[in-house]
């Protein structure tokens, strides 16, 4: 196979310790270079003391700045067959870029979830209305999804959604999970704790994430405390990446809500506890912290929002809607060890069934060569797509003309 140069164009810097969509934009980098081709991933963020050195990986890293021509020079310099957008506000600034210096690109969007679907989830839950999956960002993004050759969906639910309310034809789909090495597993069925050995419910996730801030008040004022009262001697551990003031605010001993901040190991922390509890109230894709929890052999108790796109006939623990009725489950699953062995197994099964990067790299690299060697036909099948890209460029071309002008004054 030739060589291909794969340009990454980054929301932020990849930060696998912080968030899934950190680890998940890194299985795409390894994917490539796994194929054998030269990659360079760039973005106009700020580097922080959490960001993945890439260069360990002989990728080269490439800080951009936004709203500035010299990206064009840049995209002459490396001409690469593949650009890889993280998120659809990548590709919304830079879109229209690549298009008109790498017109034979294969221009691929990697959504990380649906933001419109997560936005609107929001709103509804906020506001204790309706859900209205119509909105200023259900626009943007569909329109970025269509302008893109291919995009990455890491969850089914979102392309059926994609597929039957928006009429988003198959073709520009496809579905990726996350990619995990489930023969090396950090734990396996043999080194996993036992019941005894572990103790505590553990949450975990990015306080910059909206659900999971959402999701820990939630615990504090609702779930928690109704657990505790059945189960004196447990505790919750909270960790998470970016915790503000108003999160360590939360901590209390006495009331054994533990917040702990970011965690050095997550799946060393998660290994310690008997259950992952995660009532998460809205949000869409998949749950990083549940494929760690599977890992770690750790049983969860969710939300329907939370399993979806993950779990369906077969449960690694609970996913319940009912208040009342996920916390007499949980505290169950916390005190009976023959369902905790179960739930447990099944997340063991499911890692396996759905997430082994073996069952879903190989048709990635078939659809990547497909859609390289079609790439005209298959636009001329998107024509609709080739209306917003030639509208985008011009609209969205003259904006950044007019913020780098203003700017260099």
């Known amino acids: 196979m030739t060589e291909n140069k794969v340009l990454f164009i980054g929301l932020v810097w990849p930060e696998p310790t912080s968030s899934a969509a950190g680890k998940r934009i890194l299985q795409l980098v390894e994917f490539f270079l796994k194929r054998g081709d030269a990659v360079i991933f760039s973005s106009a963020a700020t580097k922080s003391e959490a960001s993945f ?41 830079f ?32 506001k204790q209305e309706e859900i209205d999956l119509y909105n200023e960002i259900t626009t943007r993004e569909i329109a970025s999804i269509l302008r893109s050759d291919l995009s990455l969906m890491i969850s089914e639910f979102e392309m059926d959604l994609l597929q039957n309310e928006f009429k988003i034809t198959p073709s520009l789909l496809h579905y990726l999970p996350f990619l995990e090495n489930t023969s090396l597993r950090w734990l396996s069925e043999v080194e996993a704790k036992s019941f005894d050995e572990r103790k505590d419910f553990i949450f975990i996730g990015n306080f910059l994430h909206e659900p999971n801030w959402q999701t820990v008040l939630h615990l504090k004022k609702n779930i928690w405390p109704k657990i505790k009262s059945k189960l004196p001697d447990a505790n919750l551990q909270i960790y998470g990446a970016y915790p503000s003031q108003k999160v360590w605010d939360l901590h209390n001993e006495k009331q054994g809500f533990l917040v702990q901040g970011k965690a050095k190991d997550a799946l060393e922390v998660i290994s310690k506890a008997r259950i992952l509890l995660a009532p998460i109230p809205f949000g869409a894709g998949q749950k990083g912290k549940f494929i760690d929890a599977m890992q770690a052999g750790t049983p969860i108790a969710t939300t329907s929002i939370g399993a979806e796109g993950m779990f369906s006939d077969v449960i690694p623990g609970i996913i319940e809607d009912n208040e009342n009725i996920f916390i007499s489950k949980t505290i169950e699953l916390y005190q009976k060890e023959s369902l905790w062995h179960n739930a447990q197994e099944i997340g063991f099964q499911i890692l396996n069934k759905k997430f082994d990067k073996n069952l ?34 011009n609209a969205l071309k003259y904006m950044s003309l007019w913020i780098e002008a203003k700017n260099s004054k």
Do not use: M
């Open 53 to 93: 050195e890439l260069n360990k990986w002989n990728v080269k890293e490439v800080p951009v700045q936004l709203n500035h021509s010299s990206f064009h020079e840049f995209l002459k310099k490396i001409n690469p067959n593949i650009v890889v957008y993280d998120r659809f506000v990548s590709e919304e600034q």
């Open 95 to 126: 879109g229209w870029r690549v298009t008109q210096e790498c017109p034979n690109a294969v221009q691929i969007l990697d959504t990380e979830d649906l933001h419109f679907l997560r936005a609107a989830r929001e709103k509804a839950y906020k």
């Open 360 to 393: 879903f790299q190989e048709e990635f690299n078939q659809k990547i060569i497909e859609v390289q060697s079609n790439l005209s036909q298959h636009r001329k099948q998107n024509f609709i797509g080739q209306i917003l890209k030639s509208n985008a460029t």
